[in-house]
């Protein structure tokens, strides 16, 4: 029988290219395995008042959510995903949780976790967290980002990517340590798509004042800004990059999957920390803002060594391997 799935709390709708490619990959494996994906509801939605949602809820043989950065200290919108298996219409469906990051949750969570027949973590610690919550052994897939090689064109890099971060102080303390980097380019990790932003004598004077807005940052001499429409162009840019110095978790995936050296600050629930042990991978190349005053801006000095290199392909590898194994059983 064909599985008949919904997915919930797709974050490709959020204009996020690390994001996109989550959601994409994560679709494209299901589908390939032979899951029909009836509905996709976007990350925060209040699907229990989506009528199209419910209908496609009630057809389904199975939901699918994608815990991404969602579940962690007890969120309201992590509960409202959890709350779907306390559904009438979600009774006898099998209820599957991938991708997730688990942080600091209420044990009240455990309930609605014990219904869902696969549950599997995106880290080794949110892992262990629902292992002791469940009392059960819970197991852990890399970021879905990291599940297919990268198709970016391999190409000669040059210059520096400057990105952003989620914490208004960290994007500050990026902005302001833009001058140090020759050849540099503002390029986030989100994206506007409305036509004015690709305007040829408006877009320069919007970017400017959007980049001293949002960077909390003025100065009389921003550095470029660009807003890659998609996130084949984006991971495309990050591998035709000679650094890229970020504080967005998805940003450092994209950068290991094109092998671009990387800095970055530290994001929301030292995730990228996590990433990168979990990839048995050194942190050294994670940073405070301080830091960045007084680091080698060069991109040499901040090169992949061989031994790096030889070990991200190893965990690159392992982690396809991982998300293929995960995919295989949620549509099982």
């Known amino acids: 029988m064909t599985s008949k799935l919904v997915l919930m709390n ?9 994001c996109a490619r989550v959601m994409r990959l994560l679709r494209q494996g299901l589908e ?13 939605h209040e699907w229990a008042r989506d009528d199209a949602f419910l209908r496609a809820l009630d057809q389904a043989t199975g939901v699918v959510i994608n815990g991404e950065g969602t579940l962690h200290h007890g969120a309201d919108h992590g509960a409202r995903l959890l709350s779907v298996a ?14 997730a990051l688990f942080d600091q949750n209420p044990e009240s969570w455990r309930a609605q976790l014990e219904k869902f027949a696969l549950v599997s973590a995106r880290d080794s610690d949110s892992a262990a967290q629902l292992s002791n919550l469940l009392n059960r052994s819970v197991g852990w897939v890399p970021d879905l980002s990291l599940s297919a090689p990268s198709e970016a064109p391999q190409v000669a890099r040059h210059g520096v990517i400057l990105g952003d971060s989620v914490r208004l102080s960290q994007r500050q303390a990026l902005a302001k340590s833009a001058h140090r980097f020759e050849d540099l380019t503002f390029v986030p990790t989100k994206t506007l798509r409305a036509p004015v932003w690709r305007a040829p004598l408006l877009a320069p004077i919007l970017k400017t004042v959007l980049y001293w807005g949002y960077n909390a940052h003025f100065t009389l001499t921003p ?6 429409m998609t996130e084949q162009d984006y991971l495309a840019r990050i591998a035709g990059t000679g650094l890229h110095v970020t504080g ?9 999957l094109a092998e671009t050296p990387f800095l970055a600050v530290t994001s929301t629930s030292g995730k ?3 990433l990168l042990r979990d990839l048995g991978l050194d942190t050294h190349r994670i940073v405070t803002g301080d ?14 060594t061989s031994e790096e290199t030889a070990r ?19 549509v099982a």
């Open 86 to 99: 306390d559904h009438p219409l979600a009774k006898g469906k099998k209820l599957c949780l991938v991708n």
């Open 272 to 274: 990228i920390e996590k």
């Open 32 to 44: 390939a395995r032979g899951a029909e994906i009836l509905y996709s509801s976007p990350a925060r």
């Open 291 to 304: 830091a960045l005053q007084a680091i080698d801006p060069t991109p040499g000095a901040n090169a992949f």
């Open 312 to 330: 991200l392909r190893v965990a690159l590898a392992d982690a396809q391997d991982r998300a293929a194994a995960l995919l295989d059983e949620v």
């Open 223 to 228: 550095p470029r800004f660009e807003m890659p």
């Open 10 to 18: 797709d974050t490709s709708t959020r204009y996020h290219h690390g």
């Open 248 to 256: 967005r978790f998805h940003a450092v995936c994209l950068s290991l």
